[in-house]
């Protein structure tokens, strides 16, 4: 005979973990949430002023030069100059500031489309939290549900256990048969083969919470299968607050967004470039022997240059045209992003509505099987029922209990998926 207790005393004494603190402590902890995090730093340092092209080069340059040779010079007087050894010295030093004032605004459309990108790396990095935190909630309920399935066998171990001993007494006194006891007996390891399996499930439900909270496995703690659900929840104000607040229907948007920008700026090769140039340096030269013995200049100097691709073999035109056919793609993804976002959410609604109906009837299942379940034991214990009637009752009533405590874990991930969907998801944590 197998009876099995620890297991679940042991987790009744562990710290509950509530679902906000198990949301706070998986965005702080998540590895995929901390990469999206950067992946915004990423995209905001691309969207800032040092990376838009707004700002001059600067730039600074030195050199010197050496040599010491033999020189013969023949001037065309005549004249002949030997020197042997003859060192010669240069040297030269500028600061040079570059700065293209106008671009045919390419400038201006790639700064725009950069802080877009930064948008809908924020759009990317929210989708990614939701995801996450639904797969949380769904892994943290999977472990609530397993826990009240065990909280349920625990009570029906008492009820088979009570009961063994109640029919061992019997055949004692000769009131029951051998039969009798040993059905009591096979009920009971049944029950307790039931209790060591659900937790081992338990167990790896526990864990699967532990990969996503990225916590150590050795973290123990219980969970809250207390289970509240939002009120005054309407169809026609979720959907429309999903076509204004969904994150995959907002990333479409922002994409159709970005195609529109990147046509303006393929457009920028057709329109001249103006630049302007300024230096100021120092340079000098020391010569032993030849024409010019000593020469030393320090001055500014400045330029203004405007250049026209008046054709570039076409290349401006097929990146306009692919830049066109590229925003008509976006355009065709947010269409059909709409229509699948009001289908998801026709279907989450359905969904919903269905969840809470058969929460609903379980319920009342479950309060009429306990009430079979009370009077079935006053009658067992009368003998006006056998101990397999009673058996069925026992059964029926923790059948009826899991299927309840599974419908209420199901309607409520029904429900966040549907705020999901709105958009609403993030506020409801």
Not at 16 to 28: E, K
Not at 47 to 59: E, F, Q, R, W
Not at 232 to 253: C, F, G, P
Not at 336 to 359: C, G, H, M, P, T
Request: zero cysteines; proline letters at 1%; aromatic letters at 8%.
């Amino acid at each position: 005979m197998i009876v099995a207790f620890p297991a679940w005393a042991q987790q009744a004494n562990d710290t509950v973990l509530s679902l906000p603190t198990a949301t706070q402590i998986t965005m702080q902890n998540n590895y995929d949430i901390q990469i999206a995090k950067n992946n915004i730093r990423i995209a905001e340092n691309n969207a800032g002023i040092l990376n838009s092209g707004y700002l001059p080069a600067l730039v600074g340059n030195a050199g010197g030069n050496y040599s010491n040779n033999n020189t013969d010079l023949t001037y065309t007087t005549g004249d002949e100059v030997s020197r042997d050894g003859a060192v010669s010295k240069t040297y030269n030093a500028s600061l040079g500031l570059n700065y293209r004032l106008f671009d045919g605004m390419n400038r201006h459309y790639n700064y725009k489309v950069l802080k877009a990108d930064y948008s809908l790396s924020e759009l990317r990095a929210r989708a990614l939290i939701e995801n996450m935190l639904i797969a949380l909630i769904r892994s943290y309920y999977e472990v609530a549900n397993l826990t009240s399935r065990i909280e349920n066998i625990t009570r029906t171990l008492i009820v088979s256990n009570t009961r063994y001993n109640y029919v061992k007494d019997q055949h004692f006194y000769g009131q029951a048969t051998q039969l009798d006891l040993l059905n009591s007996e096979v009920d009971l390891n049944n029950d307790s083969i039931n209790f060591i399996n659900t937790t081992r499930e338990l167990e790896l439900a526990m864990n699967n919470l532990r990969v996503i909270l990225s916590i150590e496995m050795d973290n123990s703690f219980a969970v809250d299968t207390t289970v509240i659900f939002a009120a005054n929840v309407e169809k026609n104000q979720l959907l429309e607050s999903a076509l204004n607040r969904n994150v995959d229907y907002l990333i479409a948007q922002q994409n159709q967004g970005i195609s529109s920008l990147l046509i303006k700026q393929s457009k920028a090769g057709y329109i001249p470039t103006l630049d302007i140039n300024g230096k100021y340096g120092v340079s000098g030269l020391n010569n032993d022997v030849g024409t010019l013995l000593a020469q030393n200049t320090t001055g500014f100097s400045a330029g203004i240059s405007l250049n026209w691709n008046i054709f570039d073999g076409g290349r401006t035109r097929t990146n306009q045209l692919n830049a066109e056919i590229a925003l008509d793609n976006t355009n065709q993804q947010l269409a059909q992003s709409k229509i699948e976002l009001e289908r998801q959410v026709a279907d989450a609604w359905s969904n919903y509505s269905n969840a809470l109906f058969i929460l609903r009837t379980e319920e009342k299942n479950k309060e009429t099987n306990r009430l079979n379940f009370s009077r079935s034991g006053e009658m067992y214990r009368l003998g006006q029922i056998s101990s397999i009637d009673f058996r069925k009752a026992q059964v029926d009533l923790e059948d009826s209990i899991n299927r309840y405590n599974q419908a209420l874990y199901f309607a409520k991930i029904a429900e966040l998926d549907l705020m999901k969907l709105a958009g609403l998801f993030l506020e409801e944590m």
